[in-house]
């Protein structure tokens, strides 16, 4: 079992749609959570990122952390088919960010 | 202006062969990885360097020698190349930033094929 589980996806919504992506993790260590948007052929680029519980917004998106459940959600709202990506989350144990260990990504889909 | 860069973007090759990847940055960052990602697409890191020095080497064949010759640049060796090396390998760099979180950024990738 992977320490960081992500559904694959894909998952495809119509534009405008709220989208919600999310990961499971089994190691209660991990203090920090990233989310990674990876266009096709092309390298991640950090979203998000979250200490701890609580929530985080940053425009149209919104990460939520849950420890006691061990579960990361990130929100979209008002998607666009320019959103249309891989979405990784990834975990650390300290700010440092030296060792991430990253979900396999859920691919996403937004139809005009 | 590219942040991170690695060259090449495609490398196909036989099995048994030896390959090198080049990464440079130009953000000034101290550390630098590289990340294997899989046709699953899960990201693994394999090597981090911080100031030419090695400070992660996850379980990755000794295939795999990273070679730091500045802080700018790490490269990836891998000698005879096997079958289960094709993947897209990443570059990423960070800087330390007292108490903030270290952004990771990384490069576009370089998509290795053995055949």
């Known amino acids: 079992q992977k320490e960081v589980e992500q559904d694959p996806g894909p998952l495809s919504v119509p534009e405008g749609a709220i989208v919600s992506l999310n990961c499971t993790y089994s190691?209660?260590?991990?203090?920090?959570f990233m989310w990674y948007r990876q266009y096709s052929r092309k390298g991640p680029e950090l979203l998000m990122y979250?200490?701890?519980?609580g929530n985080k917004e940053d425009g149209r998106f919104t990460a939520q952390v849950d420890k006691s459940s061990k579960y990361i959600s990130l929100f979209i709202r008002d998607s666009q088919p320019s959103d249309s990506a891989t979405y990784l989350c990834a975990m650390s144990y300290n700010n440092a960010g030296n060792m991430l260990t990253f979900g396999g990504g859920t691919r996403l889909m937004v139809k005009p | 202006d590219t942040a991170v860069s690695q060259t090449p973007k495609y490398l196909v090759t036989q099995m048994g062969n030896d390959k090198s990847i080049k990464c440079e940055q130009n953000l000034g960052h101290d550390t630098m990885y590289w990340y294997k990602q899989d046709s699953k697409k899960f990201l693994k890191i394999m090597f981090s360097?911080?100031?030419?020095?090695?400070?992660i080497n996850e379980t990755v064949p000794n295939r795999f020698s990273p070679k730091s010759p500045d802080k700018a640049h790490l490269n990836l060796h891998i000698n005879s190349l096997e079958l289960g090396d094709s993947a897209v390998y990443f570059c990423a760099s960070s800087q330390a930033s007292g108490g903030r979180y270290n952004e990771q950024f990384f490069g576009p990738g370089t998509r290795l094929t053995v055949l």
């Open positions: 360097y911080n100031n030419k020095e090695l400070i």
């Open positions: 190691n209660s260590a991990f203090q920090y």
């Open positions: 979250t200490y701890s519980s």
